[in-house]
């Protein structure tokens, strides 16, 4: 195969968890120019219809696929029938989470377990859904979404921290039961990323200013920067890297 074609996804459907904006619908339009059909999954239709129509707008495929992640028996309902209606999903990426902020001490334990639920649970219901149908097949790709906390802490956080280390090492397992099926399973760390959840954050001159200082890249990343290690992840070019965790996050990580 050439260099070009292992990247190609042209014939492969991707659905993308937490797809009407920011990081996932930024991945989703990365796979679609790759060549795959995307499938939009959130659990507000009209949000993803608007979505679905900018895609459809400049000629990609697109399906809506509209669930609670947090909820089992609806993932499973929702990835089965489409499985069953539409055909086979050959790529997973895990998106879809959640942020709550608050001094560990004063942390509501129902914000942890719901924290905990949309980032960590969510992502082992869906790839089990999408797992049991690839396992047949003997192939398919999962991307999971980390972030930069599965590696590094920040105050008001913690529970977010644990949340992404999680999904971190749930990827690593993931690659231990499933690669033996022809499954690659890996995930994404973002830095810190300009999207409109973090809108409040890059208007802040004095966090922007420490963003700027604390990443040797100097900036805050884009969307489109992050549709490359998805690509890559998604495709032919990744077929023997497994469990591993991929930081694009301008150098943050590895700097004191």
Request: aromatic share 6%; glycine share 10%; charged share 20%.
């Amino acid at each position: 195969m050439s260099a070009q074609s292992i990247f190609s996804l042209q014939g492969r459907t991707a659905l993308v968890t937490g797809s009407s904006q920011g990081i996932g619908e930024s991945l989703a339009r990365g796979l679609a120019e790759a060549g795959a059909r995307v499938v939009l999954n959130g659990r507000r239709m009209e949000a993803l219809e608007t979505a679905a129509e900018v895609l459809r707008a400049d000629g990609h495929e697109v399906d809506l696929l509209s669930f609670d992640v947090t909820d089992a028996e609806a993932v499973r309902a929702a990835i089965d029938g489409y499985e069953a209606e539409s055909g086979p999903i050959d790529i997973l990426v895990n998106n879809a989470g959640m942020q709550h902020r608050a001094p560990l001490e004063d942390f509501p334990a129902e914000a942890f377990e719901r924290l905990m639920r949309t980032n960590v649970t969510s992502v082992f219901q869906v790839a089990q859904a999408v797992a049991r149908h690839m396992i047949p097949r003997g192939r398919g790709k999962i991307v999971n979404i980390a972030s930069i906390q599965s590696a590094l802490a920040r105050k008001t956080i913690a529970p977010y921290t644990a949340s992404k280390g999680g999904v971190s090492n749930l990827t690593k397992g993931m690659a231990a039961d499933w690669a033996g099926y022809g499954i690659q399973a890996n995930a994404i760390a973002p830095g810190y990323f300009d999207t409109p959840l973090n809108a409040a954050l890059v208007a802040d001159p004095e966090f922007t200013g420490w963003i700027e200082k604390r990443t040797p890249a100097g900036r805050w990343g884009q969307l489109p920067e992050l549709r490359g290690a998805c690509v890559f992840l998604a495709s032919d070019a990744s077929s023997y890297v497994n469990g591993q965790t991929l930081f694009v996050d301008g150098g943050m990580s590895v700097t004191l």
